[in-house]
């Protein structure tokens, strides 16, 4: 069963032209081939009005006709003699007949003169059959070159009817994932329109429930937020009181939850603010991504060299894009979180900044063990920490990335670091270029 529309109407229309045309072909051929034969009996008519008044010694051919036709003309005299075919013509009536001379089927045309002499013009059958054919078949020739001519017409007339839907559906397929604007109408086929209005109120629901989601997971991480870190006060305040090995043991055990569960919050409240935030980035301001970069990363450097590791820049250029700063910090904080949770003591991150024709490039590139081929797949999914996940990583913060730097209209990409006697993990986020960075009011940040 063909199961495509435009296969369908195609295979449908092309069997519509192929038995028309040779229903059609059918019976042009008979109605040419009758033409032709009538023709031919025209010609015998002709010739026969001219050898009227003439005398002929015997069946001879007729000279100055095409010799392909075989015309003859054939002296009959007054009376019946000489052969006997020649007798047996003289026996028939005046007028075009259908006899054998020269033992093969001919068609004959016998008239009687005046003075009372009969003479007959015959060809063969075969000869003229053969060139009525030939007519015939030519007759078929425009009706076999216009078949395919009208199969390719039919092709592009269906294509460009079903435009439309394949137009709406890349418009779908190009959309980001939170843009539910309506589908237009206009312009489209009147046999779409109850289609289309059904997407449009699918879309309009999904809509209300994406902004019931975002409000949801706002609302309560904002209302945990406040338990939560008074919970991790308490946690802190046990340190000033003398408890057993056991109880601090549960305590750090305590406070390290609360840390976890802070961390998770902050994170749902970062994913909530870039969801509310408006999704076309040219509606956003310019942000200095160098600038941004830099406090970033005096802001974890600390944390960097608490843990053994040695975290700067490798090459950093003044770079603008179109972006609120915080989804900037927001991109690199977790990637530098994500960097510095899995590279061991005595390990580097760099961090690279540059231009590349018309896009700005956010490099991180680290070395700790690099990505499971088998989590690559899943590794952008929400709360998904592979399969070895490290320390106190919710599973949001590339997910987060990855959304933030779609909505301003970027891309990223993971790979994998395999040399010699080394492993790692190089992430490399790709933004629009906007406006003069020199325009930007300078932000002093250390490193």
């Known amino acids: 069963m063909i199961r495509s529309l435009r296969a369908r109407l195609f295979v449908g229309l092309t069997a519509i032209i192929l038995v028309s045309g040779a229903i059609g072909g059918m019976f042009a051929y008979s109605w040419a081939f009758g033409e032709a034969i009538e023709l031919q009996d025209s010609i015998l008519i002709q010739l026969a009005s001219l050898a ?101 017409v039919t092709a592009l007339v269906i294509a460009h009817s079903l435009r439309p839907i394949i137009q709406l559906a890349g418009d779908l397929d190009s959309r980001r994932a939170d843009d539910m604007t309506p589908l237009p109408l206009k312009g489209t086929p009147s046999e779409l329109h109850p289609f289309i209005t059904s997407i449009n109120g699918l879309l309009a629901r999904m809509r209300l429930l994406m902004e019931q989601r975002r409000r949801f997971v706002a609302d309560a991480a904002h209302e945990l937020r406040t338990p939560i870190t008074a919970l991790s006060l308490q946690a802190e305040n046990l340190d000033s009181v003398a408890l057993p090995e056991v109880a601090r043991e549960r305590v750090a055990a305590l406070k390290h939850g609360m840390h976890r569960t802070k961390h998770l919050l902050e994170q749902l409240l970062a994913l909530a603010r870039h969801e509310a935030s408006p999704s076309d980035p040219a509606e956003m301001p310019l942000a200095a991504l160098d600038c941004v970069a830099k406090e970033v990363v005096a802001d974890l450097l600390q944390e960097a060299l608490d843990r053994g590791i040695d975290l700067g820049f490798v090459l950093v250029e003044p770079l603008t894009v179109r972006s609120e700063p915080v989804m900037l910090a927001a991109i690199i904080r977790n990637l530098l979180d994500n960097a510095l949770r899995f590279t061991p003591r005595g390990g580097t991150i760099d961090i690279g900044i540059y231009r590349q024709d018309d896009v700005a490039i956010l490099q991180v590139e680290d070395t700790g063990p690099g990505i499971a081929s088998g989590d690559m797949d899943q590794i952008f999914d929400p709360f998904f920490r592979g399969s070895r996940p490290e320390g106190e990583g919710t599973g949001l913060g590339l997910s987060i990335v990855k959304r933030i730097v779609g909505s301003l209209g970027g891309g990223i990409a993971l790979e994998n670091i395999a040399g010699a006697g080394r492993s790692g993990l190089r992430v490399t986020v790709r933004l629009p270029i906007a406006g003069d960075p020199d325009a930007l009011p300078s932000r002093d940040a250390g490193e």
Not at 56 to 64: E, K, M
């Open 52 to 152: 009227q008044n003439a005398g002929f010694s015997g069946g001879q051919p007729l000279h100055g006709v095409e010799e392909d036709t075989e015309v003859w003309l054939v002296e009959l005299g007054k009376t019946p003699r000489g052969l006997a075919e020649d007798r047996q013509l003289f026996n028939l009536p005046d007028g075009l007949q259908v006899a054998t001379w020269k033992k093969q089927p001919v068609r004959v045309l016998l008239r009687t003169r005046s003075d009372g002499s009969r003479f007959a013009v015959a060809q063969p059958t075969t000869v003229r059959d053969e060139t009525a054919r030939d007519v015939a078949f030519r007759t078929l020739l425009p009706i076999a070159a216009l078949i395919p001519c009208l199969m390719l």
